[in-house]
């Protein structure tokens, strides 16, 4: 079923995830970190720490329910001789060059980028400059929460929390938690602005790099499995000796192709390659203004 947005059933198990997590971190704010600190230092973390928590949540879900899907009207393709149109053969409607059909969304996105599970929505032109911020606003929110989760776990290392001690230790059991669940996304975030910064600077999204590396690990292990033959070189006195050197088949045959289309060897060349040949002058050229793509 075609989605429209994120917020559209099913639901993927990574933004659930997502929704526990943005929950847990607004309640361990009030719940336990507005207990162990000081007036002025709760007025701070609430004035900061809130604030950018409600901007990360509105940017989620505005990402969550935008809408990066292309159809191209037909009255607005090119409809001159030499225009090239673009033809989704799934949707079976006009888009970009740097489209591309999900098969989550089961919708062709412009200038795909990635379908992010978090979200549970594609990330393509509309909303891509969104994302980024998105994910810059959460990192900035995370070192935010961290750094006063560290202030209360010095003070109580040097027993400076004046509460009672039950619900002391329950609180610092939820904030060390807390504390290692921080660690971690913060590293993941991390990693996701400064990958997306590479692939800013390698002018590529997200799916072109995953094209590319499968493409270059196809090509290794073809190249890794191709048969190898070993030539011999006659030499003056009619030994044969072993060549040095390994080639494969198919680069000697694409040595071998202009030696027998040289004027040397043009009265030697087989019949059934001047055939091969003139059937290939004569073929005709086949052009088409409409080319179909399925980049799934």
């Known amino acids: ?39 002025y230092e709760l007025v701070i973390f609430l004035i900061i720490y809130y604030t950018s928590f409600i901007i990360v949540i509105a940017q989620g879900i505005f990402l969550t329910k935008s809408d990066p899907s292309i159809n191209i009207p037909f009255q607005n393709v090119d409809k001159s001789p030499t225009a090239v149109n673009f033809m989704c053969t799934i949707c079976k409607c006009y888009v970009t060059e740097t489209s591309k059909h999900c098969g989550s969304c089961d919708r062709c996105v412009d200038n795909f980028d990635h379908h992010c599970k978090w979200l549970n929505n594609c990330i393509g032109k509309s909303n891509y400059k969104q994302f980024i911020r998105l994910i810059l606003l959460l990192e900035a929110n995370l070192v935010i929460l961290l750094i ?69 690990k196809k090509n290794a292990k073809k190249k890794a499995i191709q048969p190898q033959i070993i030539f011999y070189e006659e030499e003056e006195n009619g030994t044969c000796n072993k060549n040095s050197t390994f080639k494969n088949p198919q680069n000697t045959h694409d040595e071998l192709i202009p030696m027998m289309n040289s004027s040397d060897t043009k009265n030697s060349t087989p019949k059934n390659l001047q055939i091969s040949q003139s059937l290939h002058k004569s073929a005709p050229t086949i052009d088409s203004d409409i080319i179909m793509t399925d980049r799934t």
């Open 1 to 39: 079923m075609k989605k429209k947005n994120g917020f559209r059933t099913p639901f993927h198990a990574l933004q659930v995830a997502s929704w526990v997590i943005m929950i847990f971190h607004a309640l361990i704010g009030i719940l336990c970190i507005s207990f162990l600190l000081s007036t």
């Open 148 to 216: 006063f989760e560290i202030l209360i776990i010095d003070k109580w290392k040097n027993k400076g929390l004046d509460i009672d001690e039950d619900i002391e230790n329950a609180d610092i059991f939820f904030i060390i938690l807390d504390i290692i669940l921080n660690s971690i996304f913060l590293l993941l975030v991390g990693y996701l602005i400064i990958f997306h910064i590479f692939l800013k600077f390698k002018k590529l999204t997200t799916y072109d790099w995953i094209r590319q590396r499968k493409k270059a």
